[in-house]
Protein backbone atom coordinates (compact mmCIF):
# COMPACT_ATOMS: atom_id res chain seq x y z
CA UNK A 1 0.00 0.00 0.00
CA UNK A 2 2.74 2.28 0.49
CA UNK A 3 4.47 1.49 -2.44
CA UNK A 4 0.59 2.79 -4.17
CA UNK A 5 0.93 5.74 -2.31
CA UNK A 6 4.58 6.36 -3.58
CA UNK A 7 2.94 5.99 -7.00
CA UNK A 8 0.12 8.22 -7.03
CA UNK A 9 2.43 10.90 -5.37
CA UNK A 10 4.88 10.30 -8.54
CA UNK A 11 1.83 11.02 -10.52
CA UNK A 12 0.57 14.14 -8.86
CA UNK A 13 3.90 15.84 -9.92
CA UNK A 14 3.77 18.37 -12.42
CA UNK A 15 4.19 16.48 -16.72
CA UNK A 16 7.51 17.88 -16.96
CA UNK A 17 8.91 16.57 -13.46
CA UNK A 18 7.97 12.94 -14.35
CA UNK A 19 9.33 13.43 -17.44
CA UNK A 20 12.67 14.56 -16.34
CA UNK A 21 12.78 11.53 -13.43
CA UNK A 22 11.75 8.86 -15.53
CA UNK A 23 14.66 9.96 -18.01
CA UNK A 24 17.10 10.26 -15.56
CA UNK A 25 15.97 7.02 -13.94
CA UNK A 26 16.66 5.22 -17.82
CA UNK A 27 20.32 7.04 -17.73
CA UNK A 28 21.51 6.55 -14.76
CA UNK A 29 21.53 2.55 -15.57
CA UNK A 30 24.13 3.94 -18.16
CA UNK A 31 26.29 6.10 -15.18
CA UNK A 32 27.95 3.21 -13.22
CA UNK A 33 29.51 2.05 -16.85
CA UNK A 34 30.40 5.54 -17.49
CA UNK A 35 32.10 6.20 -14.30
CA UNK A 36 33.24 2.93 -12.52
CA UNK A 37 33.86 0.23 -15.46
CA UNK A 38 35.79 2.47 -17.62
CA UNK A 39 37.99 3.05 -15.08
CA UNK A 40 38.26 -0.62 -14.32
CA UNK A 41 38.67 -1.19 -18.15
CA UNK A 42 41.49 0.77 -17.98
CA UNK A 43 42.96 -0.12 -15.32
CA UNK A 44 42.72 -4.09 -16.46
CA UNK A 45 44.35 -3.37 -19.36
CA UNK A 46 47.22 -1.42 -18.39
CA UNK A 47 47.53 -1.80 -14.74
CA UNK A 48 48.66 2.04 -14.30
CA UNK A 49 46.31 4.14 -11.85
CA UNK A 50 47.94 7.39 -13.34
CA UNK A 51 46.20 6.26 -17.05
CA UNK A 52 42.68 6.38 -14.83
CA UNK A 53 43.81 10.01 -13.78
CA UNK A 54 44.66 11.31 -17.05
CA UNK A 55 41.64 9.81 -19.05
CA UNK A 56 39.45 11.57 -16.10
CA UNK A 57 40.99 14.86 -16.29
CA UNK A 58 40.32 15.00 -20.13
CA UNK A 59 36.85 13.81 -19.52
CA UNK A 60 36.30 16.80 -17.30
CA UNK A 61 38.39 19.18 -19.80
CA UNK A 62 35.46 17.78 -22.39
CA UNK A 63 32.43 18.52 -20.20
CA UNK A 64 33.99 22.46 -19.88
CA UNK A 65 33.89 23.35 -23.63
CA UNK A 66 31.24 21.07 -24.03
CA UNK A 67 29.03 23.75 -21.72
CA UNK A 68 30.39 26.37 -23.94
CA UNK A 69 29.23 24.68 -26.80
CA UNK A 70 26.40 23.97 -25.61
CA UNK A 71 25.18 27.36 -24.88
CA UNK A 72 25.79 28.89 -28.43
CA UNK A 73 23.83 25.82 -29.94
CA UNK A 74 20.78 27.13 -27.47
CA UNK A 75 20.45 29.84 -30.29
CA UNK A 76 19.24 27.21 -32.82
CA UNK A 77 17.92 23.88 -30.65
CA UNK A 78 16.24 23.07 -27.74
CA UNK A 79 17.92 22.51 -24.99
CA UNK A 80 15.66 18.98 -24.87
CA UNK A 81 17.38 18.18 -28.55
CA UNK A 82 20.72 18.98 -27.13
CA UNK A 83 20.28 16.74 -23.67
CA UNK A 84 19.05 13.83 -25.56
CA UNK A 85 22.32 14.06 -27.74
CA UNK A 86 23.97 13.68 -25.58
CA UNK A 87 22.51 10.80 -23.81
CA UNK A 88 23.00 9.02 -27.12
CA UNK A 89 26.85 10.21 -28.11
CA UNK A 90 27.57 9.41 -24.71
CA UNK A 91 27.04 5.76 -24.97
CA UNK A 92 28.86 6.01 -28.34
CA UNK A 93 31.61 7.43 -26.89
CA UNK A 94 31.74 4.62 -24.48
CA UNK A 95 31.70 1.99 -27.31
CA UNK A 96 34.26 3.95 -29.03
CA UNK A 97 36.76 3.41 -26.52
CA UNK A 98 36.05 -0.33 -25.17
CA UNK A 99 36.47 -1.08 -29.57
CA UNK A 100 39.96 0.14 -29.07
CA UNK A 101 42.25 -2.62 -28.77
CA UNK A 102 45.68 -1.11 -27.98
CA UNK A 103 44.95 1.43 -24.61
CA UNK A 104 47.85 4.52 -24.90
CA UNK A 105 47.77 8.00 -23.67
CA UNK A 106 46.49 9.33 -26.66
CA UNK A 107 43.91 6.99 -26.87
CA UNK A 108 42.81 8.03 -23.19
CA UNK A 109 43.34 11.72 -24.10
CA UNK A 110 41.00 11.30 -26.91
CA UNK A 111 38.28 9.20 -25.82
CA UNK A 112 37.97 10.38 -22.54
CA UNK A 113 37.32 14.46 -24.29
CA UNK A 114 34.99 12.95 -26.48
CA UNK A 115 33.11 11.31 -23.39
CA UNK A 116 33.37 14.27 -21.76
CA UNK A 117 31.92 16.51 -24.40
CA UNK A 118 28.95 14.02 -25.02
CA UNK A 119 28.16 13.95 -20.95
CA UNK A 120 28.37 17.23 -21.02
CA UNK A 121 25.52 17.94 -22.99
CA UNK A 122 23.47 15.40 -20.81
CA UNK A 123 24.25 17.45 -17.62
CA UNK A 124 24.05 20.99 -18.29
CA UNK A 125 20.68 20.39 -19.58
CA UNK A 126 20.02 18.25 -16.82
CA UNK A 127 20.27 21.21 -14.89
CA UNK A 128 18.45 23.83 -17.00
CA UNK A 129 15.56 21.78 -17.19
CA UNK A 130 15.60 20.87 -13.48
CA UNK A 131 15.80 24.45 -12.49
CA UNK A 132 12.73 25.72 -14.92
CA UNK A 133 10.81 22.83 -13.92
CA UNK A 134 11.26 22.85 -10.24
CA UNK A 135 10.95 25.08 -7.17
CA UNK A 136 12.80 25.14 -4.05
CA UNK A 137 9.92 23.71 -2.08
CA UNK A 138 9.84 19.94 -4.39
CA UNK A 139 13.22 20.24 -5.43
CA UNK A 140 14.12 18.02 -2.20
CA UNK A 141 11.69 15.28 -3.27
CA UNK A 142 13.19 15.73 -7.55
CA UNK A 143 16.90 15.16 -5.99
CA UNK A 144 15.59 12.59 -3.32
CA UNK A 145 13.62 9.84 -5.76
CA UNK A 146 16.72 10.72 -8.79
CA UNK A 147 19.38 10.15 -6.07
CA UNK A 148 17.20 7.19 -5.24
CA UNK A 149 17.11 5.42 -8.45
CA UNK A 150 20.84 6.64 -9.07
CA UNK A 151 21.83 4.65 -5.77
CA UNK A 152 19.27 1.43 -6.79
CA UNK A 153 21.49 1.15 -10.14
CA UNK A 154 24.42 1.89 -8.16
CA UNK A 155 23.48 -1.48 -6.87
CA UNK A 156 21.96 -3.43 -9.66
CA UNK A 157 24.41 -2.87 -12.59
CA UNK A 158 27.76 -3.17 -11.13
CA UNK A 159 26.38 -6.42 -9.50
CA UNK A 160 25.09 -7.73 -13.21
CA UNK A 161 27.98 -6.36 -14.69
CA UNK A 162 30.58 -7.74 -12.61
CA UNK A 163 28.74 -11.26 -12.67
CA UNK A 164 28.17 -10.99 -16.26
CA UNK A 165 31.85 -10.29 -17.06
CA UNK A 166 33.42 -12.90 -14.79
CA UNK A 167 30.68 -15.34 -16.72
CA UNK A 168 31.43 -14.57 -20.33
CA UNK A 169 35.71 -14.54 -19.81
CA UNK A 170 36.23 -17.98 -21.85
CA UNK A 171 33.00 -18.36 -22.76
CA UNK A 172 32.54 -19.64 -26.21
CA UNK A 173 29.91 -17.84 -29.09
CA UNK A 174 29.65 -19.15 -32.81
CA UNK A 175 33.11 -20.98 -32.11
CA UNK A 176 34.72 -17.56 -30.61
CA UNK A 177 36.29 -18.05 -27.28
CA UNK A 178 35.20 -14.69 -25.55
CA UNK A 179 37.08 -12.67 -23.05
CA UNK A 180 36.26 -10.02 -20.15
CA UNK A 181 37.31 -7.20 -22.60
CA UNK A 182 34.59 -9.06 -25.30
CA UNK A 183 32.20 -8.45 -22.86
CA UNK A 184 33.06 -4.99 -22.15
CA UNK A 185 31.79 -4.68 -26.11
CA UNK A 186 28.47 -6.07 -25.51
CA UNK A 187 27.68 -3.89 -22.45
CA UNK A 188 28.28 -0.66 -24.97
CA UNK A 189 25.81 -2.05 -26.91
CA UNK A 190 23.20 -2.55 -23.99
CA UNK A 191 24.03 0.91 -23.16
CA UNK A 192 23.15 2.60 -26.57
CA UNK A 193 20.05 0.88 -26.34
CA UNK A 194 19.17 2.08 -22.82
CA UNK A 195 19.93 5.81 -24.23
CA UNK A 196 17.04 5.41 -27.19
CA UNK A 197 15.00 4.87 -24.71
CA UNK A 198 16.01 8.07 -22.91
CA UNK A 199 15.68 10.04 -25.29
CA UNK A 200 11.90 8.92 -26.13
CA UNK A 201 11.06 9.26 -22.59
CA UNK A 202 12.32 12.31 -23.04
CA UNK A 203 10.29 13.69 -26.01
CA UNK A 204 7.43 13.37 -23.66
CA UNK A 205 7.74 16.08 -21.93
CA UNK A 206 6.67 20.09 -22.56
CA UNK A 207 9.60 21.97 -21.85
CA UNK A 208 9.66 26.32 -22.16
CA UNK A 209 13.20 27.61 -21.40
CA UNK A 210 14.08 31.19 -22.25
CA UNK A 211 16.79 32.00 -24.51
CA UNK A 212 19.92 34.91 -23.78
CA UNK A 213 22.06 36.11 -26.49
CA UNK A 214 24.71 36.70 -24.50
CA UNK A 215 25.78 34.00 -21.97
CA UNK A 216 28.99 34.93 -21.42
CA UNK A 217 29.97 36.94 -18.15
CA UNK A 218 32.92 37.12 -15.84
CA UNK A 219 31.92 39.45 -13.15
CA UNK A 220 28.86 37.52 -10.97
CA UNK A 221 27.00 39.02 -7.44
CA UNK A 222 29.45 38.10 -5.05
CA UNK A 223 26.83 35.18 -3.68
CA UNK A 224 27.40 33.53 -6.74
CA UNK A 225 31.14 33.87 -6.14
CA UNK A 226 30.25 31.57 -3.04
CA UNK A 227 28.78 29.15 -4.69
CA UNK A 228 31.29 28.81 -7.46
CA UNK A 229 33.83 28.25 -4.27
CA UNK A 230 31.31 25.42 -3.08
CA UNK A 231 31.56 23.84 -6.79
CA UNK A 232 35.25 24.07 -6.31
CA UNK A 233 35.57 21.98 -3.37
CA UNK A 234 32.42 19.27 -4.74
CA UNK A 235 34.92 19.11 -7.91
CA UNK A 236 37.55 18.55 -5.72
CA UNK A 237 35.95 15.08 -4.51
CA UNK A 238 33.98 14.01 -7.63
CA UNK A 239 37.19 12.99 -9.28
CA UNK A 240 38.31 10.70 -6.95
CA UNK A 241 34.65 9.51 -6.58
CA UNK A 242 34.50 8.04 -10.25
CA UNK A 243 38.21 7.10 -10.45
CA UNK A 244 39.08 6.12 -6.68
CA UNK A 245 36.87 3.23 -6.13
CA UNK A 246 38.12 0.91 -9.14
CA UNK A 247 41.64 1.53 -8.72
CA UNK A 248 41.59 0.54 -4.85
CA UNK A 249 39.28 -2.02 -5.29
CA UNK A 250 41.27 -3.59 -8.42
CA UNK A 251 44.24 -3.07 -6.56
CA UNK A 252 43.70 -4.66 -3.18
CA UNK A 253 40.48 -6.82 -3.68
CA UNK A 254 39.68 -8.18 -6.89
CA UNK A 255 38.81 -7.74 -10.35
CA UNK A 256 35.40 -5.98 -11.73
CA UNK A 257 32.62 -8.48 -9.67
CA UNK A 258 34.23 -7.29 -6.56
CA UNK A 259 33.48 -3.88 -7.49
CA UNK A 260 29.50 -4.49 -8.18
CA UNK A 261 29.80 -6.50 -4.63
CA UNK A 262 30.69 -4.09 -2.83
CA UNK A 263 28.51 -1.35 -4.37
CA UNK A 264 25.80 -3.60 -3.88
CA UNK A 265 26.28 -4.19 -0.20
CA UNK A 266 27.43 -0.01 0.36
CA UNK A 267 24.08 1.37 -1.52
CA UNK A 268 21.30 -0.86 -0.63
CA UNK A 269 20.52 0.59 2.18
CA UNK A 270 21.12 4.06 1.04
CA UNK A 271 19.08 4.07 -1.38
CA UNK A 272 15.79 3.78 0.51
CA UNK A 273 17.23 6.27 3.80
CA UNK A 274 17.82 8.92 0.63
CA UNK A 275 14.65 8.50 -1.00
CA UNK A 276 12.67 8.77 2.11
CA UNK A 277 14.66 12.07 3.36
CA UNK A 278 13.70 13.56 -0.11
CA UNK A 279 10.46 13.18 0.25
CA UNK A 280 9.85 14.00 3.83
CA UNK A 281 12.63 16.78 4.64
CA UNK A 282 12.10 20.20 4.06
CA UNK A 283 14.66 23.19 2.90
CA UNK A 284 15.73 23.73 6.47
CA UNK A 285 17.05 19.85 6.73
CA UNK A 286 19.79 21.15 3.90
CA UNK A 287 22.92 21.74 5.99
CA UNK A 288 22.48 18.65 8.71
CA UNK A 289 22.20 16.06 5.85
CA UNK A 290 24.99 18.02 3.72
CA UNK A 291 27.14 17.88 6.92
CA UNK A 292 26.48 14.28 7.39
CA UNK A 293 27.30 13.17 3.78
CA UNK A 294 30.85 15.41 4.35
CA UNK A 295 31.34 14.05 7.48
CA UNK A 296 31.24 10.46 6.50
CA UNK A 297 33.46 10.61 3.47
CA UNK A 298 36.18 11.98 5.28
CA UNK A 299 36.00 9.48 7.69
CA UNK A 300 36.37 6.91 4.76
CA UNK A 301 39.33 8.63 3.29
CA UNK A 302 41.51 8.70 6.69
CA UNK A 303 40.21 4.94 6.74
CA UNK A 304 41.39 4.19 3.78
CA UNK A 305 44.85 6.45 4.62
CA UNK A 306 45.27 4.64 7.68
CA UNK A 307 44.58 1.13 6.79
CA UNK A 308 45.43 1.10 2.84
CA UNK A 309 44.85 -2.53 2.25
CA UNK A 310 41.41 -4.52 1.33
CA UNK A 311 39.49 -3.45 5.29
CA UNK A 312 40.38 0.08 4.50
CA UNK A 313 38.98 0.06 1.17
CA UNK A 314 35.68 -1.75 2.09
CA UNK A 315 35.29 1.21 4.61
CA UNK A 316 36.00 3.46 1.92
CA UNK A 317 34.04 2.27 -0.51
CA UNK A 318 30.89 2.12 2.21
CA UNK A 319 31.57 5.78 3.17
CA UNK A 320 31.41 7.04 -0.34
CA UNK A 321 28.29 5.12 -1.40
CA UNK A 322 27.13 6.89 1.58
CA UNK A 323 28.15 10.46 1.08
CA UNK A 324 27.31 10.90 -2.77
CA UNK A 325 23.41 10.64 -2.49
CA UNK A 326 23.48 12.42 0.93
CA UNK A 327 25.71 15.35 -0.90
CA UNK A 328 23.87 15.72 -3.67
CA UNK A 329 20.27 16.04 -2.31
CA UNK A 330 21.27 19.17 -0.55
CA UNK A 331 23.90 20.44 -2.92
CA UNK A 332 21.51 20.96 -6.18
CA UNK A 333 18.76 22.44 -4.38
CA UNK A 334 21.09 24.88 -2.64
CA UNK A 335 23.08 25.12 -6.53
CA UNK A 336 19.35 26.08 -8.26
CA UNK A 337 18.27 28.36 -5.12
CA UNK A 338 21.06 30.11 -5.35
CA UNK A 339 20.45 30.52 -9.47
CA UNK A 340 17.06 31.43 -8.92
CA UNK A 341 18.12 34.71 -6.96
CA UNK A 342 21.16 35.56 -8.12
CA UNK A 343 19.45 35.22 -11.91
CA UNK A 344 16.63 37.69 -10.52
CA UNK A 345 19.24 40.12 -9.05
CA UNK A 346 21.13 40.47 -12.08
CA UNK A 347 18.73 39.83 -14.64
CA UNK A 348 20.05 36.79 -16.71
CA UNK A 349 19.34 33.80 -18.06
CA UNK A 350 19.84 31.08 -15.75
CA UNK A 351 22.29 29.17 -18.43
CA UNK A 352 24.89 31.76 -17.20
CA UNK A 353 25.16 30.52 -13.91
CA UNK A 354 25.17 26.66 -15.37
CA UNK A 355 28.01 27.05 -17.64
CA UNK A 356 30.27 29.14 -15.17
CA UNK A 357 28.70 26.16 -12.37
CA UNK A 358 30.84 23.56 -14.52
CA UNK A 359 33.88 25.53 -15.12
CA UNK A 360 33.91 25.98 -11.38
CA UNK A 361 33.63 22.29 -10.43
CA UNK A 362 36.72 21.68 -13.60
CA UNK A 363 38.86 23.98 -11.21
CA UNK A 364 38.20 21.74 -8.43
CA UNK A 365 38.22 18.31 -10.52
CA UNK A 366 41.34 19.53 -11.74
CA UNK A 367 43.22 20.71 -8.83
CA UNK A 368 42.22 16.74 -7.24
CA UNK A 369 43.53 14.89 -10.68
CA UNK A 370 46.82 16.99 -10.49
CA UNK A 371 47.53 16.46 -6.86
CA UNK A 372 47.08 12.78 -7.34
CA UNK A 373 49.62 13.52 -10.53
CA UNK A 374 52.11 14.98 -8.73
CA UNK A 375 52.02 12.72 -5.51
CA UNK A 376 51.94 9.51 -8.21
CA UNK A 377 54.98 10.74 -10.62
CA UNK A 378 57.29 12.72 -7.55
CA UNK A 379 56.44 10.41 -4.63
CA UNK A 380 54.60 7.04 -5.54
CA UNK A 381 51.60 6.04 -6.95
CA UNK A 382 50.62 3.77 -3.50
CA UNK A 383 51.17 7.55 -1.82
CA UNK A 384 48.55 9.43 -3.77
CA UNK A 385 46.22 6.94 -3.11
CA UNK A 386 46.56 7.16 0.06
CA UNK A 387 46.80 10.74 0.52
CA UNK A 388 45.02 12.70 -2.11
CA UNK A 389 42.09 11.29 -1.46
CA UNK A 390 42.67 12.37 2.72
CA UNK A 391 43.95 16.03 1.55
CA UNK A 392 40.61 16.51 -0.76
CA UNK A 393 38.09 14.81 1.57
CA UNK A 394 39.62 17.55 4.66
CA UNK A 395 39.65 20.36 2.02
CA UNK A 396 35.70 19.58 1.45
CA UNK A 397 35.05 20.12 5.18
CA UNK A 398 34.85 23.80 4.44
CA UNK A 399 31.88 23.53 2.39
CA UNK A 400 29.43 23.12 5.20
CA UNK A 401 30.19 26.96 6.67
CA UNK A 402 30.19 28.27 2.91
CA UNK A 403 27.14 26.71 2.38
CA UNK A 404 25.30 27.35 5.18
CA UNK A 405 25.96 31.10 4.83
CA UNK A 406 24.89 30.92 0.88
CA UNK A 407 21.75 29.57 2.60
CA UNK A 408 21.02 32.04 4.93
CA UNK A 409 21.66 35.05 3.39
CA UNK A 410 19.73 34.31 0.38
CA UNK A 411 16.41 33.28 3.10
CA UNK A 412 17.47 36.51 5.41
CA UNK A 413 18.62 39.18 3.01
CA UNK A 414 17.03 38.11 -0.49
CA UNK A 415 14.66 35.78 -0.59
CA UNK A 416 12.13 38.85 -0.58
CA UNK A 417 13.71 40.12 -4.04
CA UNK A 418 13.01 36.11 -6.18
CA UNK A 419 9.54 36.49 -5.19
CA UNK A 420 8.52 39.94 -6.24
Not at 205 to 217: K, W
Not at 221 to 248: D, E, N, Y
Amino acid sequence: MKAIGEIKFFQSQPQNIRTLLTTNLLFAMILPLIEIFASAYIMRNTGMPSYVIVYQLCMYIGIVVSAVINGILMKWFKSTQLYGFGILISSVSLMIMMFINKVTIPMLCGTGFLLGLSTGFFWTNRYLLTLYSTNDDNRNYFFGFESFFFSFWNIVIPLAVGAFLISIDGATFFGRVLDTNSGYKILTIFALIISAFACYALSKGDFQTPRSENIFYVHFHKLWRKMLSLAGLKGMVQGFLVTAPSILIMKFIGGEGSIGLIQGIAGALTAIIVYVLGRVSKPKHRMLIFGFGLFVFFIGALCNCILFCAEGVFIFIVCKVLFQPFHDLAYYPIMMKTIDTVSAIEKRDGYVYIMSHEVGLFFGRAFGMLLFIVLATTISEDIALRYAILIVATLQLLSLPIANCIDKTIDTKYFHKTNE
